[in-house]
Each structure stands twice: as structure tokens, then as C-alpha cells.
């Protein structure tokens, strides 16, 4: 998967929010910096050469929809953010996050609960 730039990644949230959409959909749903129509129209089409998004054709437009969930990104995203930022370690990453004061110890034994209960069959 290859990594996004912010506005790609802005791009993709409006998109997973939508489902589906044209261009000018996009544009409206950006609330700061709005691109002009054919920047944007440019950034949609990189996410689909990046294998993100797809469309589907009427006429001479185009409308998008994502091919990538946020699930799937999400596990990339943190994955990378573990390996580059953490050593690759989920407990650097959460002592880093207890340390900031950003999880409490309430949520960490929640946490505790979710790992040691027996996992659900599938």
C-alpha cells in the first residue's frame, strides 16, 4: 500500500464517508484550503493510480468510490506508524501514549480485559 499524502488521505475520509462520489461531491465536503476542481479532479485520480479508489463512468464524468476500507488502511497506517516510531513495539507505543497522559488507567485495564478474554469464534 503505498503511503498517502495528507490531502490524499483528507481525500480518502471524505470518500469512506460518501461511498461514492463526483468530484464536485469532494470539493463541496472540504471545509478549509478547498482545491480548485481540477487539482482535486488531479488528486482523485492519483489515489486511483495508487490503487485506492476506482469510478465508475457517465459520459465524460466520473464517479469515485473507494476500493481501499479504512479498516485495511488503518492496520497499514499504525503498522508503519509502530514500526518507524516504536521499534516495531505495541508496548513502547502504549507507555509512550500512558506517559503523555493520553490513556487512562481505567481504559489500559479495559484493555487488559479485551486481551485476556477468550476470543469468539469465528
Do not use: C
Request: aromatic share 12%; charged share 30%.
Amino acid at each position: 500500500m503505498q503511503k498517502l499524502t495528507n490531502k490524499e488521505e483528507e481525500i480518502m475520509h471524505i470518500l469512506w464517508k460518501l461511498k461514492k462520489a463526483f468530484v464536485k461531491e469532494v470539493q463541496a465536503e472540504i471545509t478549509e484550503d478547498q482545491p480548485h476542481y481540477n487539482t482535486l479532479s488531479t488528486i482523485v485520480r492519483n489515489l486511483e493510480e495508487k490503487g485506492y479508489v476506482n469510478h465508475n463512468a457517465f459520459g465524460n464524468t466520473h464517479q469515485y468510490y473507494p476500493i481501499v476500507s479504512i479498516e485495511d488502511y488503518r492496520k497499514g497506517f499504525m503498522s508503519t506508524a509502530i514500526d518507524n516510531y516504536f521499534n516495531s513495539s505495541y508496548k513502547s507505543m502504549v507507555s509512550f501514549f500512558a506517559k503523555e497522559e493520553k490513556i487512562s488507567a481505567a481504559e489500559l485495564r479495559e484493555i487488559l480485559a479485551m486481551i485476556e478474554s477468550p476470543k469468539e469464534e469465528k
